[in-house]
């Protein structure tokens, strides 16, 4: 099992905001986490790092925050393209690896 | 613009080895981290090991430590990984990665990943 924890699937109806959480003490420690986004046959491409920082070419509506043991992804008003697999990744307890959480698919109604 | 094309993936059997490569482009190799993460077919994401700039540090997720051996070549820009003792749960596909330039665990770029199929 993952030393971070993801809901496996969440929806959101298009324009609306959705929040997908990360879970996991290591967030305590290393709290400069990064999160993913993998279309269905892509490779992951990055959305946030430093737990919210925004690579350029990612649309606004992308943020990410987080406090103690949690982290999350937030994106205001879904837009169709937006449904896809997300992952967050965070180094592990020890510091030494890197572990990413198990994955949310996200469904834009 | 960067690049990275993995190649090496085959259907290899049970106990069997191969080696991965990845060629980079469109960055200075030998001042970043690089990494290799899988993804079985339907699963999640599993990072599996990363070699520094000049190759002197380097760490192995549990699954891939004593029998999977990452290097790199600063000359060729390249990057490897040494799959040993292969089993049915190393299949997948396999994606050389580049760091970001504030450290891991921020990866900027991706391969499309080649697939290591054991069987």
């Known amino acids: 099992s993952s030393e971070l924890t993801q809901d496996p699937a969440v929806s959101v109806a298009l324009g609306q905001t959705v929040t997908i959480t990360c879970q996991g003490d290591?967030?305590?420690?290393?709290?400069?986490n990064s999160w993913y986004q993998q279309r269905p046959g892509q490779a992951p491409i990055l959305v946030i790092y430093?737990?919210?920082e925004r690579p350029s070419g990612i649309p606004d509506r992308f943020s990410g925050s987080g406090s103690g043991g949690t982290a999350s992804l937030t994106i205001t008003g879904a837009q169709a393209e937006d449904e896809a697999d997300y992952y967050c990744?965070?180094?592990?307890?020890?510091?030494?690896?890197?572990?990413f959480g198990g994955g949310t698919q996200l469904t834009v109604l | 613009e960067v690049q990275l094309v993995e190649s090496g993936g085959a259907v290899v059997q049970p106990g069997g080895s191969l080696r991965l490569s990845c060629a980079a482009s469109?960055?200075?190799?030998?001042?970043?981290?690089m990494h290799w993460v899988r993804q079985a077919p339907g699963k999640g994401l599993e990072w599996l090991s990363v070699?520094?700039?000049?190759?002197?540090?380097?760490k192995y997720a549990d699954s891939a430590e004593g029998r999977f051996i990452i290097s790199r070549d600063n000359n060729k820009d390249s990057l490897y990984l040494q799959l040993n003792s292969l089993r049915s749960d190393d299949t997948a596909f396999y994606y050389c990665?580049?760091?970001?330039?504030?450290?891991?665990?921020?990866?900027?770029?991706w391969g499309r990943g080649t697939l290591v199929t054991v069987s």
């Open positions: 990665t580049k760091e970001h330039r504030t450290g891991w665990p921020a990866i900027d770029h």
């Open positions: 290591c967030l305590r420690t290393y709290s400069a």
């Open positions: 469109g960055f200075t190799f030998e001042h970043y981290s």
């Open positions: 990744n965070s180094r592990d307890s020890s510091g030494s690896r890197v572990v």
């Open positions: 430093n737990r919210n």
């Open positions: 070699i520094n700039g000049q190759g002197g540090a380097i």
